[in-house]
C-alpha cells in the first residue's frame, strides 16, 4: 500500500523557522529516534524530521519497547524531530512537546505526565526525547509515537487509545501534517521562554490533577498539578512535594473534579 505524505507542503511551512529543515520517510528503521541520534554522532546536525511506516525496534521511555504496526494501512504514526537546541533550562520540554500534540489534534486530548497523551484513561500517544553533544551543538531528538486505529491491549501495562476513536477520517498523513508546524513552534517557544509561560495551558489538559497518584519513588497522594519549572506537585501526608523524575501511574479510582481555577504554586 503506497502512503501519500504532504512531505514537501510541511517543509514548506517549517523552513522558514528551521533552515536547512529536511524530511525524511523511511519504508522501515529500526528506530526513529535511534537513526537521528547514530547521525548526531556522526556530525550530521541538521534539522530533520524522521519518518517510519515500520519500526522494527521502537523504543519508549525507560527502554519500554514501542510497538509498531503496518496492518490496515498504519496504525500507529512514528516520528522523530532532531534539531540543534539551547534552552536555558531542560525542565518541563516533554509537557511543552505533548502541549503541542494535544492542541493540534483534539480538545478531547490529556497529558499524563511526564511524556503521555490520553484520551479518558487510556494511552494514545507517547514521547521520548533523548539528546546528545557534538562538539558545541546540543542536538536533541523528539520521537513521538500516536496510535491512529483501534489495537488490542493484550500484553499492555496500559489499555491503548486510538486517534480514529475521535476523528474517523485520520490517517497517518493528516495526523502528521497537523503535529509538525505547531510542534517546531512549540519547541522554539520552549527555546526562548521555558516552561513556565505554557503552565496554564498544561493545566487545562492536565489528566492527574485532583487524582490520587502513586509513584516509583514511594511517594503517594494527591496530584496538584506542576511546578513553573514542569515539576509535578503531589499533595503527600508530608505535605506538599515536588515531582521531578519519577515515574507516576494513576491509582484505578475515579478522577476528582475539581473547581480550582489554576494549579498550587
Same mark, same amino acid.
Given at each position: 500500500?503506497?502512503?501519500?505524505?504532504?512531505?514537501?507542503?510541511?517543509?514548506?511551512?517549517?523552513?522558514?523557522?528551521?533552515?536547512?529543515?529536511?524530511?525524511?520517510?523511511?519504508?522501515? #528503521?529500526?528506530?526513529?529516534?535511534?537513526?537521528?541520534?547514530?547521525?548526531?554522532?556522526? &556530525?550530521?546536525?541538521?534539522?530533520?524530521?524522521?519518518?517510519?511506516?515500520?519500526?522494527?525496534?521502537?523504543?519508549?521511555?525507560?527502554?519500554?519497547?514501542?510497538?509498531?504496526?503496518?496492518?490496515?494501512?498504519?496504525?500507529?504514526?512514528?516520528?522523530?524531530?532532531?534539531?540543534?537546541?539551547?534552552?536555558?533550562?531542560?525542565? &518541563?520540554?516533554?509537557?511543552?512537546?505533548?502541549?503541542?500534540?494535544?492542541?493540534?489534534?483534539?480538545?478531547?486530548?490529556?497529558?499524563?505526565?511526564?511524556?503521555?497523551?490520553?484520551?479518558?484513561?487510556?494511552?494514545?500517544?507517547?514521547?521520548?526525547?533523548?539528546?546528545?553533544? !557534538? &562538539?558545541? #551543538?546540543?542536538?536533541?531528538?523528539?520521537?513521538? &509515537?500516536?496510535?491512529?486505529?483501534?489495537?488490542?491491549?493484550?500484553?499492555?501495562?496500559?489499555?491503548?487509545?486510538?486517534?480514529?476513536?475521535?476523528?474517523?477520517?485520520?490517517?497517518?498523513?493528516? =495526523?502528521?501534517?497537523?503535529?509538525?508546524?505547531?510542534?517546531?513552534?512549540?519547541?522554539?517557544?520552549?527555546?526562548?521562554?521555558?516552561?513556565?509561560?505554557?503552565?496554564? =495551558?498544561?493545566?487545562?489538559?492536565?489528566?492527574?490533577?485532583?487524582?490520587?497518584? !502513586?509513584?516509583?519513588?514511594?511517594?503517594?497522594?494527591?496530584?496538584?498539578?506542576?511546578?513553573?519549572?514542569?515539576?509535578?506537585? #503531589?499533595?503527600?501526608?508530608?505535605?506538599?512535594?515536588?515531582?521531578?523524575?519519577?515515574? #507516576?501511574?494513576?491509582?484505578?479510582?475515579?478522577?476528582?473534579?475539581?473547581?480550582?481555577?489554576?494549579?498550587?504554586?
Amino acid at each position: 500500500m503506497t502512503i501519500r505524505w504532504s512531505a514537501e507542503s510541511i517543509w514548506e511551512a517549517v523552513v522558514p523557522l528551521l533552515p536547512g529543515f529536511t524530511i525524511e520517510i523511511l519504508p522501515t #528503521v529500526d528506530s526513529t529516534n535511534t537513526e537521528l541520534m547514530r547521525r548526531a554522532r556522526a &556530525g550530521q546536525t541538521e534539522p530533520t524530521l524522521l519518518v517510519a511506516e515500520r519500526q522494527t525496534a521502537g523504543r519508549g521511555r525507560l527502554g519500554r519497547d514501542w510497538q509498531s504496526d503496518t496492518q490496515e494501512g498504519l496504525a500507529t504514526l512514528t516520528f522523530s524531530l532532531g534539531l540543534p537546541l539551547q534552552p536555558a533550562d531542560w525542565s &518541563g520540554l516533554s509537557l511543552a512537546v505533548g502541549l503541542a500534540v494535544v492542541q493540534s489534534l483534539h480538545p478531547a486530548l490529556q497529558l499524563k505526565w511526564p511524556n503521555d497523551v490520553w484520551l479518558q484513561d487510556r494511552k494514545l500517544a507517547g514521547i521520548l526525547i533523548e539528546t546528545t553533544s !557534538v &562538539g558545541d #551543538v546540543r542536538f536533541c531528538v523528539i520521537g513521538i &509515537g500516536i496510535n491512529l486505529l483501534p489495537r488490542d491491549s493484550a500484553g499492555l501495562r496500559t489499555p491503548a487509545a486510538a486517534l480514529q476513536e475521535l476523528l474517523a477520517q485520520v490517517d497517518a498523513p493528516s =495526523a502528521l501534517a497537523a503535529v509538525v508546524l505547531p510542534l517546531v513552534r512549540a519547541v522554539q517557544g520552549f527555546e526562548a521562554e521555558g516552561f513556565a509561560a505554557l503552565r496554564t =495551558a498544561f493545566h487545562a489538559r492536565d489528566l492527574l490533577y485532583g487524582r490520587e497518584v !502513586v509513584c516509583t519513588d514511594g511517594n503517594t497522594g494527591m496530584a496538584r498539578g506542576v511546578d513553573a519549572s514542569g515539576a509535578l506537585l #503531589v499533595h503527600t501526608d508530608k505535605g506538599l512535594q515536588k515531582i521531578s523524575s519519577a515515574e #507516576v501511574s494513576v491509582r484505578p479510582a475515579p478522577a476528582a473534579l475539581s473547581t480550582d481555577p489554576q494549579p498550587d504554586l
